[in-house]
């Protein structure tokens, strides 16, 4: 008889897979089930099945793993909160288990062997109290909670412990939400900066609760479009000594440590030197503009590019001190094809989730730059653009993955790559 959700069984589970599961095999059938660790016997009730496999969750251990630990959150486990996967793995195996998805990512999508170790970030040595951006669901009783996994669902939470003390402090979870859909809360890492961005559920924002913690406030449109509704537009952020403004509704990196580590990471597997030419494509606020703008110097140039209107307002803003910066608006493709005969020494690609394509990679490959450096959210894009990067004669130089996003499947990468045979300027400048 075909198994049917809900049904139970027990089963053994191999390895992890990319996102957040663990893979074991009923009845000759892939059956992906969450709440377990590799090389555990579980009973597995069935969440959903499809014709090629099932998933499920791990409502029973039989026989647990040494990585096993009790989970620090209570709202955590089968049938709760979607937002963290692996909180019953110690921090250690979380992060053992990343490094072989990712490098079985890599082999699978790429063709490359290699191991991945991924680092632990400073700053969260209990993988708790990191994430400064939370977006909370409002239920239909005006209660603010999180997500059940792969449902709309909305689990109530009193508190979020991998939420940073500065997004606790503000108590969304505390109060009543009228007329609201959702609210992300966002603390600067840095200061004491705060902000709410509310998405009423219908076409007006009425009176909003008074939060325990001052913060501004922002409404979000239908689209993603935000607009200031009371205090800053964002929150400031400090990386390496200098301060960025970030817009509330735009991107910057979660882990308070992440800029720091990231940009230094980038910086040192590029080198870039005085009188060069760096592009940083999909560069936000200018994380990455900044310190590559510092080291090429005014003789070299910097070069941006981002879609958002915001972050480009906020990375010529934040880079206004630097004459050799240039920040594009619009999209990275469209850009590329206009900067067809630009030659680039360095380049930053940091995509959002959906990796940058292969337009994209051909076109940067075409300004035949000495070293690419790929920050990645999502090992399986990252592998599907290293190929890309291959069949135009780029090779992976170098890895380094980071733990940007504990107790969550999430891995920050860095891929290097550099061309096979190094264009004839670099050669002659070495
Ligand atoms: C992962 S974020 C990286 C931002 C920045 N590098 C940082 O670390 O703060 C990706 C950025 O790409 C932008 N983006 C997404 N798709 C884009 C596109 N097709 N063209 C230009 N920018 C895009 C987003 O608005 C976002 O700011």
Known sequence: MATRVGDEFELTVNDAAHGGWCVGRHHEQVVFVRHALPGERV?????????????????????ASPDRVEAPCPF????????????????????VIKGRVVADQLRRIAGTDREVTVEELPGSPDGLGWRTRVRFTVDAHGRAGLRRHRSHDVEPVDRCLIAHPGVEE??????????????????????????????????????????????????????????????????????????????????WQVHPAAGEVLTGAVMDALAPREGETAIDLFCGAGLFTAPLAEAVGPQGRAMGVEGAVEAVRDARYNLKDLEQVRIEHGDVAAQLREWADVRADVVVLDPPRAGAGAEPVRLVAGMRPRAVAYVSCDPATLARDLASFEREGYRLTALRAFDAFPMTHHVECLAVLEPVRPARRHRERA
Request: proline letters at 3%; glycine letters at 14%.
């Open 43 to 63: 009973r597995v009730r069935v969440t959903e099945r499809t014709s090629r496999f099932l998933r499920g969750e791990a409502v029973e251990v039989l026989e």
């Open 76 to 95: 955590a486990g089968p049938g709760r909160c979607g937002g963290c996967d692996w909180q019953h793995a110690s921090l250690a195996a979380q992060r």
């Open 170 to 251: 503000l108590g969304i979870t505390d109060v009543t939400w009228e007329g609201v859909r959702d609210v992300e809360a966002v603390a600067s890492a840095s200061c004491a900066d705060r902000a709410v961005v509310v998405t009423p559920s219908g076409s007006k924002l009425g009176p909003l609760p008074d939060l325990k913690a001052s913060s501004a406030v922002l409404r979000r449109f239908k689209g993603g479009r935000v607009q200031q509704v009371r205090g800053r537009r964002g929150v400031r952020e400090t990386v390496a000594g200098r301060e960025f403004r970030v817009g509330a509704g735009g991107f």
